[in-house]
């Protein structure tokens, strides 16, 4: 009678029988409380990690930037951002919903002509964003990318452009080396934590 129960209680989906088959991801990434403003740079396969640092963000205390790259449609139905972000061209406004929805802002790059999108790599878009802050802005930086390692190598020469510590993952297993910035805490190079 009890292993009827157990099989009925396993059946019906109750908390007690149900078994998992989806594993947490590990979180790769070090958020450094003196860099405020992350800046995330998510592409391809990485765009779901990059999602998940940013749900991490949502608190008032961070001020985080997340663009996305891809050269085939967006996993998502991409829209108008109701969010101006000082540094990003006029017409590129596409957004990911769910960030806006979360208050933060975002904007996507593709190469491939796809309405609203900056036209070329996230990194480009990423490039002229960072070139529009003054050395105030730029000290609260740390970038932090998701995705292919050409997204990897390209956010490293952007964290070594402008002196920025980054972080860099592809969603499997750490990529690379460190940066060359000044870690956050002051303790010397940031560790690229990949």
């Known amino acids: 009678m009890r292993a009827k129960r157990s099989q009925k209680a396993a059946r019906s989906g109750s908390p007690s029988r149900r078994r998992s088959v989806v594993r947490q991801a590990p979180d790769p990434f070090v958020l450094h409380p003196t860099r405020p403003r992350p800046l995330l740079l998510g592409e391809g396969a990485g765009i779901g990690p990059t999602i998940a640092l940013a749900e991490r963000l949502r608190e008032p205390a961070w001020k985080p930037l997340v663009l996305l790259g891809s050269d085939d449609p967006f996993p998502f139905r991409a829209r108008p951002s109701d969010v101006i972000v000082a540094g990003i061209p006029t017409p590129t406004i596409a957004c990911m919903p769910l960030l806006e929805e979360w208050g933060i802002p975002s904007r996507l790059a593709s190469t491939s002509d796809l309405p609203g ?69 002051g303790a010397g190079p940031a560790p690229n934590r990949n």
């Open 117 to 185: 999108c900056f036209e070329g790599r996230v990194t480009e878009l990423a490039a002229t964003w960072l070139g529009s802050l003054g050395p105030t802005q730029l000290a609260e930086v740390e970038i932090f990318s998701c995705g292919p390692a050409q997204l990897s190598e390209a956010a490293g020469d952007l964290a070594r452009r402008y002196a920025l510590p980054w972080q860099s993952w592809d969603g499997v297993s750490p990529i690379g080396s460190t940066s060359e910035a000044t870690d956050p805490m």
